[in-house]
C-alpha cells in the first residue's frame, strides 16, 4: 500500500495498493520506490496475484526473445498454455505480433 507519494505523482494516491518493482529494501516493511516501477492492483485482482500477471508474462517474452531468438516479424506457434496467469497474457503477444507485421510490410 502507498504509504506516501511525491508531489509530482498523478498515477497514484496514498493508500493504493501497489505492486512493482525495485532494486533495493523490497524484502523491507516498506520501501521508497521511484512511482514509474509501480503499478495499482487491478479491482479484480488481489494483491497477492496482481504482480504474478506481469512476471509471468516477463518470463514467457524473455523466453522467446532470449532464449528462441524470435525476432519481430516471425511467427510463433503456441501449442498450448497451462495455469491462471499463462493464458491472459497470450493476448499481449497477438498484438504485439500484430504491431510487428504491420512495421516490416
Known amino acids: 500500500m502507498a504509504a506516501a507519494v ?3 505523482v498523478t498515477a497514484l494516491r496514498p493508500g493504493d495498493e501497489v505492486f512493482g518493482q525495485s532494486t533495493a ?17 487491478p479491482a479484480n485482482l ?3 496475484d496482481a504482480p504474478v500477471v506481469p512476471t509471468s ?3 514467457a517474452l524473455q523466453a522467446l526473445r532470449k532464449i528462441a531468438n524470435v525476432r519481430p516479424g ?9 495455469g ?6 497470450l493476448p499481449p ?3 504485439t505480433d500484430r504491431s510487428s507485421r504491420k512495421k516490416n510490410r
Open 6 to 8: 511525491g508531489k509530482d
Open 25 to 41: 529494501g523490497t524484502l523491507a516493511e516498506s520501501a521508497c520506490v521511484p512511482a514509474d516501477n509501480l503499478l495499482s492492483v
Open 46 to 48: 488481489s494483491v497477492v
Open 57 to 59: 508474462a516477463m518470463a
Open 74 to 82: 516471425q511467427t510463433v506457434l503456441v501449442t498450448s498454455t497451462s
Open 84 to 89: 491462471a496467469y499463462v493464458r491472459p497474457n
Open 93 to 95: 503477444l497477438r498484438r
